[in-house]
């Protein structure tokens, strides 16, 4: 019988005599750990200190999905050194467990190990991931009493504590103290300032670096670029943009996303674009800032065609992005994209965060959907000031003026605090609603109860409040005994309230006073010239008209635009640029005819001055917001809600005139105009003819 041969294992590779070296050459898994761990056991090499930590470090540090082993180790270990407490308190940080890596550091104490620079430095680290500045503070006692807070590498790790929990005071104290600052230093200070938004600190900050000579890299000019852009230093933006060109940094798209928001912010919007186009690749960060700039300075037809690019371009928008597109679309009245932003945001599960969710509300309120605002606010999960201003606002804005009032009512009983922007929104719902007693009491408590001393827009909200309820000499009286100056906004917001309650005298004043400051306005004449004219002072109003053309000075015209099937149509006054203007002025006179059975008199008043008198009532028929309202009920499913944006004031005989429109066609009617919502339905307007 044949004898059969012995299996002999194979051996362990070849193995190098250094226990470090031989983890970091052979250890790529677990399993290979585990071999060591037992060839080192077996050679006695584990049994010293050292080769201890090698093993743990591999475990703890090198190896994915290992540190259960290294608990394990350490835990077995009846006296493990300091440097074995620094490798587990590292790998819990690195593991995203700040708060184990305190325990351990008190575990540590409590056995009587010493910590070493290396130790504080990762147990502060571990307190900026906490954010916890109490915690910081012991350690830096402790570190203090072992003579280890003046180190380099733990007064770095100090500042970079202080700095990254808002403590910019005590890190900046420690940072004077430094004689010699690497780059490291600077970045902590400067990522301290950051946090808490102190632009001119870190813009100062750097002016201090250059002074001194010292080096600066890229994380440094990120973090002075965005100061630039919330500061709007134009000029060290510049510089910093040359440098990087000078120095071949634009290959970094962290900085060139930073030099796109830097322009954009500071309203250089076509650099800021340049730019944008000369990056190789472009993150969601660089496409955010680009959206975000368009948006900021109003050019936001531009904003949502970026986005529509950025879609397919295949990047993934976040929510910089998606707050930055729904206020364009809030601006600019674009129902369905904002509508498909919603929908996104609801497919993808996304996180409704503050500033999301404030974005959702303020873009449906400025849409007029305010049932959808109120649903999506009352469904955020975290509401702050500015979530219940923008719902006080929007409700103010669609005439729900006391529903506006109960709103801040319930945002004080939950306990938070109203701020001037706030007050604003609040005086405005009391000026829409007419309710000028307790919007006198609101303007009256805002310095006395809540510490909010009134700006000249609060004073404005005042005037407007006044003299939109026909207190239009109490008005004047309250521009003169202003204890600020009263500015073009305030008397243009008087001529308007003139305007409605055809006070000629104070109207004249006003414009005087109006063109002073501003005197290239043509509204301004406008509405003087039509206060004469619904006095029937037609000379004068006439006279007006002609000193505006002496003068260089064009009428805004009026325009007005109505969204059917997905696209906008635009109006002006006695338009007939529209591929359908014949059928739509077919239905203008099929609606006039309707209107006046249903008891409609036309304002000749609201006419052009230059119309002849048998003409007059033809001109008004005409008015931008007929003809779109007119193309709404010709392409329109029946039943369906028109909704309508006008660039200027709805004027008096529009208003009336729709509201028949309304009951007559059996249509729901949304006009947004210069100042407000008006929701038109069965003969009524939600503005109670009060706007």
Wanted: aromatic residues 10%.
């Amino acid at each position: 019988m044949a004898v059969m041969p012995a299996i002999i294992p194979p051996p362990l590779l070849q193995l190098p005599p250094n226990p470090r070296t031989l983890l970091l050459e052979k250890c790529k898994s677990l399993r290979d750990l585990r071999q060591i761990h037992a060839h080192l056991i077996k050679t006695g090499s584990f049994l010293h200190h050292s080769t201890f930590e090698n093993i743990l470090e591999c475990s703890a540090l090198l190896l994915p999905n290992s540190m259960d082993y290294a608990l394990k180790l350490f835990d077995q270990n009846p006296q493990p050194h300091t440097e074995a407490f620094n490798i587990m308190i590292r790998a819990f940080i690195l593991s995203r467990f700040p708060t184990n890596a305190v325990l351990l550091f008190l575990r540590m104490l409590a056995s009587s190990i010493k910590p070493d620079k290396h130790t504080f430095s990762c147990i502060l680290k571990a307190c900026s991931r906490l954010n916890s500045v109490e915690i910081g503070k012991q350690v830096h006692a402790y570190a203090v009493k072992c003579g280890l807070a003046c180190e380099d590498f733990v007064l770095n790790s100090l500042i970079h504590m202080y700095a990254s929990c808002g403590d910019v005071f005590d890190a900046r104290k420690l940072f004077d103290k430094i004689t010699e600052r690497g780059i490291v230093t600077w970045n902590a200070m400067f990522a301290g300032y950051f946090k808490v938004e102190s632009w001119q600190e870190v813009v100062t900050l750097f002016h201090d670096m250059l002074a001194l000579g010292a080096e600066f890299d890229e994380v440094t000019l990120i973090s002075v670029l965005t100061a630039c852009g919330r500061l709007g230093v134009l000029d060290l933006g510049q510089w910093i943009d040359v440098y990087v060109h000078e120095n071949g940094l634009q290959s970094n798209q962290n900085l060139a996303t930073s030099l796109v928001d830097m322009y954009a912010k500071c309203g250089q919007v076509e650099k800021a674009r340049n730019l944008f186009n000369e990056m190789a690749s472009r993150d969601v960060v660089a496409w955010s800032a680009m959206i975000s700039g368009y948006s900021q300075w109003s050019q936001c037809r531009e904003a949502l065609k970026l986005f529509h690019d950025m879609q397919i371009s295949g990047v993934e928008p976040n929510e910089v992005t998606m707050v930055s597109v729904l206020s364009s679309c809030a601006v600019l009245g674009a129902l369905e994209t904002g509508k498909w932003v919603h929908s996104y945001l609801r497919r993808k599960q996304l996180k409704m965060t503050v500033n999301l969710g404030t974005a959702l509300v303020d873009f449906y309120a400025k849409c007029g959907f305010i049932a959808d605002a109120l649903e999506t606010f009352t469904k955020m999960p975290q509401k702050n000031a500015w979530s219940w201003t923008v719902i006080i606002q929007g409700l103010a804005s669609n005439g729900r003026g006391e529903e506006a009032l109960k709103f801040f009512s319930f945002m004080l009983e939950a306990d938070f605090q109203p701020n001037e922007l706030t007050f604003m929104a609040v005086l405005s719902a009391c000026s829409h609603a007419g309710l000028v007693d307790e919007g006198k009491r609101f303007f009256h408590s805002m310095g006395s109860i809540y510490g909010v001393e009134p700006s000249i827009e609060h004073y404005g909200i005042m005037v407007d409040m006044l003299g939109r309820s026909g207190l239009v000499q109490e008005a004047y009286d309250f521009v003169i005994e202003m204890p600020v100056k009263p500015n073009a906004v305030i008397w243009r917001t008087l001529l308007a309230s003139c305007k409605i309650h055809k006070n000629v005298e104070i109207g004249e004043e006003s414009l005087k006073q109006v063109v002073k400051l501003e005197p290239k306005q043509s509204g301004d004449y406008i509405l003087l010239s039509n206060i004469y004219a619904s006095v029937g002072r037609f000379e004068d109003a006439v006279r007006l008209r002609n000193q505006m053309k002496e003068k260089g000075i064009r009428k805004t015209p009026g325009c007005s635009s109505v969204e059917v099937d997905g696209v906008m149509h635009e109006f002006f006054a006695e338009d007939s640029a529209h591929p359908l203007w014949k059928e739509i002025y077919e239905k203008v006179d099929e609606m006039m005819m309707r209107i006046k059975e249903a008891g409609y008199v036309c304002d000749v008043a609201e006419a052009r001055l230059d119309a002849e008198e048998e003409e007059k009532e033809l001109s008004v028929s005409h008015h931008s917001e007929k003809l779109a309202i007119a193309l709404g009920l010709l392409r329109s499913t029946p039943g369906a809600v028109l909704r309508v944006w006008k660039n200027l004031r709805v004027c008096r005989d529009c208003h009336v005139a729709t509201k028949l429109i309304s009951k007559v066609y059996g249509r729901e009617i949304v006009v947004r105009d210069r100042n407000r919502f008006h929701h038109f339905k069965d003969g009524f307007c939600s503005c109670n003819d009060y706007w």
